[in-house]
């Protein structure tokens, strides 16, 4: 398994910006697909956004133009920029990760972002 670890969330005001950055235990060649998701209070887990190995990148609707995926092989990272923050993104943002060799993904343990004036 690989071990996952987010880091950058915080307080912003909207419209501003944040970078969250999820580091793992396993250089990033070995994972074939990683990717973020978010719980806000009182609701489900839903899914943000993931890149894929083979250089593929998805994003949910509600976060497409404002937020970029993208991996950094020499720090065995993935990154979440997010632009012109809305109130509704906030929420506790995890990364997850699965090997080549599994079928099930890892996940980390989470870092909030909070949108508020």
């Known amino acids: 398994q690989v071990q996952l670890v987010e880091s950058g969330g915080g307080l912003v005001q909207p419209g501003g910006s944040l970078r969250l950055s999820c580091v793992a235990s396993?250089?990033?060649?070995?994972?074939?697909?990683m990717g973020w998701y978010r719980q806000a209070p009182g609701k489900q887990r839903e899914w943000v956004a993931t890149t894929t190995r083979g250089g593929t990148t998805n994003y949910a609707d509600s976060v497409k133009g404002r937020f970029t995926i993208s991996t950094d092989n020499a720090k065995n990272t993935v990154d979440l920029q997010m632009n012109s923050l809305k109130p509704e993104d906030t929420a506790v943002y995890y990364c997850?990760?699965?090997?080549?060799?599994?079928?099930?993904?890892?996940w980390g343990q989470g870092t909030q972002d909070t949108v508020s004036s």
């Open positions: 396993r250089s990033i060649s070995s994972i074939a697909s």
């Open positions: 997850n990760g699965r090997l080549f060799t599994r079928l099930t993904y890892d």
